[in-house]
Structures are given as structure tokens and as C-alpha cells.
């Protein structure tokens, strides 16, 4: 069988280690109408005790499907080979419990299901084993969402028995995702807490980040948190429009990240680059809206306008919309002061009373 990959689906085949659980722009596969997600999207445990994830499989008007054969799969990590299968409950669901008894480290685990004689699966999530003690370090946020180029921190607060423990070194590391690979180190203080921050350059996708400290000959680890990069994109309408001169035309410029979400704050520049009215430009700053406009009047004579918007990104980069075309036409003028504009007005409103005398006749006659 060859796996089908969803929207959102990493993969076996592709990177085990990422996981996701955003399902904002899912799509169906042309072999699936069916949604199949994986929760809890991670967890932290001793070794020894026993986890249980749960499969959901939806269909397009989010109802649960049942009677479907799932088969949950450890893709990698110490229990890497576990598996079993379970049929979906009235709700949807199928869960799969297992035992942590392969040591510590990650597990990374997916659920799929077979259509069409396609393998159909969910985003991975993973399990963190760590050996029994009662000391604990979770990390937050879970998730976040924010623009390549912005600064992001994530916090670990380390404990024994529930006590805040201070001058504890942690160490951070992105183990996944576009800034895989960075990492830093930071003390706990007083309320054992060490934060840790670094810039999300390496472009869009999510990462996935880990905390860890030292005890005795063990390492712990915390629970692994997600940090989605997106970017900024700019719409402009409308992208054509025809006027008379010595009117005035309006454009409209919407910046938002991708998934929709408008933002404020940015300045975008428009400017006329060819055309009777080149050179003239604005900068206006975007709205609560993510909106930002700019008028000029057509007043340098006939022609077509090309217009761009554009605005420099939280990275650094210049982003500018496809270009805009107005077009300037002259009003049309009826020459009333000659011989030919007189006889074309007097056979306008001869035509429009014979018209009138017509249906009149026409009405009396029914």
C-alpha cells in the first residue's frame, strides 16, 4: 500500500520527528473525505507507566465515523515498533494504550487507516520518557504563532516534589522544524525558571522545541512545545479599474499572515510606477483591519496607471503585491454648438416621442 499524505500530514516517509496539529487548511486527499487526527499532541512520563493517545477520524460535516479499523504505530523513539489496532466508536474515536518500558527519549507515534486500498494517515505526535523521579520541568508556551524574522521565548520551570528548584543548568534545543538546530543554555532562578529566546529566521513551517536538565547521571526532559513561523502577504484590489479623468480612484491594500489574520501596524508604499500620473506615491500604515489605502486623481491626461503596493516584512525582505492598472479615459463630449450636434439631439428626441407615441397607441388599442 502507498501512504497517502494529507495537507497537514508529515509522514512516516518524510520526517518523523515533526509534528503538527494545525488543521486550519485542511484539505481531503482526492482518496480521502476523511479527517484523522492524533491526541494528545505530546506528553511527558516516567518510564515503566503507560500512555494512551487517541485517534479521531471525521468526516466533512465534523461527525464522528465509526467502524473503522485504525492502527496506531511507535515510528521511532526507545518503544519504536509498538503497534495495535482499534475500531472506531460512535464518536469517532480509537485509542491505543501502551506500556514505556524501552527507557527514555522520545516516541513518535501516527495513526492511520486504510481507503480505497490507500494508507491514510494522521500528524504524528510524540511521548517523552523520562526515568521516575519527582522532579519535572514543563515547558510553555504549547504553541504560538508568530512572523519569520520575530523573536520567540519559551520558559522552563524546574521542580522537585512541586519545589521551585534554583541554579539548575537547562539546556533548550529546537529539535525540528526550519531553525532546527538552535539552541541555548540558561540557569533557573529563584522561582526555577530559565527562559530561553532566539529568532525565527529560517523561514516558515513549525518547530519544535525541548528542555532538559541534569539529574545525577539522568537526563530530564520536558514536554515538547510547537512554534509555528508564518509570513506576511499583501492583497491589493481592485487590480484593474477604468475612469474618466479628473476623477479620483481608490486602492485598497490588505496585509495579513497566511492563514488570514490581518495585521496592523505596517506600512505599506504605494506608488504610481508608469503612466500620466507616474511618480506619485504614498505610504500609508495598515489598520486594525490589516488595511491600508491611498487616493490620487487622474488629472495628467489619458492613459493606463501601473500601480504597486508594497512593504518590508518582520525579515527584512521587500514584499509587493502584482501590479494594479488604471486606466484614464476622456468623458465624451456631444458637440451641441454645430450643425451635426444640433441634428443629433433633434433626432434623439424625435426618436424618444415617436417611441412614447407608439406604446401610448399600442395601450389604447389593448
Request: proline share 6%; with cysteine; aromatic share 8%.
Amino acid at each position: 500500500m502507498n501512504p497517502v499524505s494529507t495537507a497537514w500530514n508529515t509522514g512516516i516517509g518524510t520526517n518523523p520527528t515533526i509534528a503538527t496539529t494545525d488543521f486550519t487548511n485542511w484539505i481531503p486527499t482526492p482518496n480521502s473525505a476523511l479527517l484523522i487526527t492524533l491526541d494528545p499532541p505530546t506528553d511527558t512520563n516516567p518510564v515503566g507507566t503507560d500512555h494512551t493517545v487517541t485517534a479521531t477520524i471525521l468526516n466533512a460535516q465534523s461527525q464522528g465515523v465509526q467502524g473503522i479499523l485504525v492502527t496506531f504505530t511507535v515510528v521511532s523513539g526507545p518503544n519504536s515498533g509498538d503497534t495495535d489496532t482499534d475500531t472506531t466508536d460512535t464518536n469517532g474515536e480509537a485509542t491505543f494504550t501502551y506500556t514505556g518500558d524501552g527507557g527514555p527519549g522520545i516516541d513518535v507515534m501516527q495513526a492511520c487507516y486504510t481507503e480505497n486500498s490507500a494508507e491514510v494517515c494522521s500528524q504524528t505526535v510524540t511521548k517523552v520518557w523520562n526515568v521516575p523521579t519527582t522532579a519535572d520541568i514543563p515547558l510553555t508556551p504549547s504553541y504560538d504563532l508568530n512572523l519569520v524574522g520575530e523573536d520567540h521565548t519559551v520558559t522552563a520551570t524546574v521542580t522537585d516534589g512541586g519545589v521551585p528548584q534554583e541554579d539548575v543548568d537547562v539546556t533548550f534545543t529546537v529539535i525540528s522544524g526550519p531553525n532546527a538546530g538552535d539552541n541555548g543554555t540558561d540557569t533557573t532562578d529563584a522561582n526555577g525558571e530559565a527562559t530561553f529566546t532566539y529568532t525565527g529566521d529560517g523561514g516558515v513551517g513549525t518547530d519544535l522545541i525541548q528542555a532538559c536538565f541534569t539529574l545525577g547521571n539522568d537526563q530530564i526532559c520536558s514536554n515538547i512545545v510547537q512554534k509555528e513561523w508564518t509570513e506576511e502577504i499583501i492583497e491589493v484590489t481592485p487590480l484593474f479599474a477604468s475612469n474618466p479623468l479628473l476623477t479620483d480612484h481608490t486602492l485598497t491594500a490588505v496585509v495579513t499572515d497566511l492563514k488570514g489574520n490581518p495585521i496592523s501596524g505596517v506600512d505599506v508604499t504605494f506608488t504610481i510606477t508608469a503612466g500620466p500620473n507616474a511618480g506619485e506615491t504614498d505610504t500609508v500604515t495598515t489598520d486594525v483591519n490589516g488595511e491600508a489605502t491611498f487616493t490620487y486623481t487622474g488629472d495628467s491626461g489619458p492613459g493606463m496607471d501601473q500601480i504597486l503596493a508594497c512593504f518590508t516584512n518582520t525579515a527584512g525582505e521587500q514584499v509587493c503585491e502584482e501590479t494594479a492598472y488604471k486606466e484614464w479615459v476622456p468623458e465624451v463630449a456631444i458637440p451641441i454648438h454645430d450643425n451635426w450636434g444640433r441634428f443629433f439631439i433633434a433626432s434623439l428626441l424625435l426618436a424618444s416621442g415617436l417611441w412614447g407615441l407608439m406604446r401610448r397607441r399600442r395601450f389604447q388599442q389593448k
